[in-house]
């Protein structure tokens, strides 16, 4: 007999610094190890989607696209995009790796770093309106290019179409009302508990951003800032 966790079969599409880490470590109490999915990005996943049919716990920094394929209900936390963009900056300052993004926020001030963004893929794909491309694709550059000729209203469009299929969606900055949803769409036989994990240490809040930065880095999330707009009014308030 095959054991099923009393959640059923979830997909958190983890948008990176949006909370998905202690999202996770909420619901992992109710999940054996190794049904839960080990992989964290998409070009790890197969192919044949089948192969993962053993998992009923995923989170990744998958986009809609994969997720929709695993029979999962979906999940998933946004962030007001000016906040994102800060603390990922600081976190890649923080993590121990000095390649691929965390390297170019070693090496530049925070204004330098946002000048670069739309240059650089790695920054690029973490930064310039990720959370649209994720939730109306993926978090690849593969996604951007073959969709290239999507027009921006279209690419918003699809994101908050897409959304339409999530069991749940949530905010950051209302993490206790996403949890309070999770365990009402999920009924579990004991109440899931938030969690945090993967805070930054150094956390800074875009309202202490200059006004210069904030309009740098709108040019940056202007779709991501329509999209979590969109969110707060449909989903949480």
């Given at each position: 007999?095959?054991?099923?966790?009393?959640l059923?079969?979830?997909?958190?599409?983890?948008?990176?610094k949006?909370?998905?880490?202690?999202v996770?470590?909420?619901?992992?109490?109710?999940?054996?190890?190794?049904?839960?999915?080990p992989?964290q990005f998409?070009?790890?996943?197969p192919?044949n989607?089948?192969?993962?049919?053993k998992?009923q716990?995923?989170?990744?920094?998958?986009g809609?696209?994969?997720?929709?394929?695993?029979?999962?209900?979906?999940?998933?936390?946004?962030?007001n995009?000016?906040?994102?963009?800060?603390?990922l900056?600081h976190?890649?300052?923080e993590?121990?790796?000095?390649?691929d993004?965390?390297?170019?926020?070693?090496?530049?001030?925070?204004?330098?770093f946002i000048?670069?963004?739309?240059?650089?893929?790695v920054?690029?794909?973490?930064?310039?309106?990720?959370?649209?491309?994720?939730?109306?694709?993926?978090a690849?550059?593969e996604?951007?290019?073959?969709n290239?000729?999507?027009?921006?209203?279209?690419?918003?469009?699809?994101?908050?179409?897409?959304?339409?299929?999530?069991?749940?969606?949530?905010?950051?900055?209302a993490?206790?009302?996403f949890?309070?949803k999770?365990?009402?769409?999920f009924?579990?036989?004991?109440?899931?508990?938030?969690?945090?994990?993967?805070?930054t240490?150094?956390?800074?809040?875009s309202?202490?951003?200059?006004?210069?930065?904030?309009?740098?880095i709108?040019?940056?999330?202007?779709?991501?800032?329509?999209?979590?707009?969109?969110?707060?009014?449909?989903?949480?308030?």
């Amino acid at each position: 007999m095959v054991y099923l966790s009393p959640l059923g079969k979830i997909a958190i599409v983890h948008i990176g610094k949006t909370g998905g880490t202690s999202v996770k470590a909420a619901l992992f109490p109710y999940y054996r190890r190794r049904h839960i999915c080990p992989y964290q990005f998409e070009h790890q996943y197969p192919e044949n989607i089948e192969k993962l049919s053993k998992y009923q716990l995923f989170d990744s920094h998958i986009g809609f696209s994969v997720a929709n394929k695993l029979g999962a209900s979906m999940i998933t936390v946004l962030r007001n995009p000016f906040d994102r963009t800060a603390s990922l900056y600081h976190y890649w300052r923080e993590v121990e790796s000095d390649a691929d993004g965390p390297v170019y926020a070693k090496t530049l001030d925070f204004d330098s770093f946002i000048d670069i963004a739309q240059d650089i893929t790695v920054v690029k794909l973490a930064t310039v309106n990720s959370q649209t491309w994720q939730l109306a694709f993926g978090a690849t550059s593969e996604y951007r290019d073959t969709n290239i000729d999507l027009s921006e209203d279209e690419l918003l469009e699809k994101a908050i179409c897409n959304l339409e299929k999530f069991a749940v969606v949530g905010v950051t900055e209302a993490m206790p009302k996403f949890i309070e949803k999770l365990n009402k769409r999920f009924n579990p036989p004991s109440p899931i508990i938030p969690a945090r994990k993967n805070i930054t240490k150094s956390r800074v809040g875009s309202g202490e951003l200059p006004i210069r930065i904030r309009r740098k880095i709108g040019d940056l999330v202007y779709l991501d800032l329509a999209l979590y707009e969109h969110v707060l009014k449909k989903y949480i308030l």
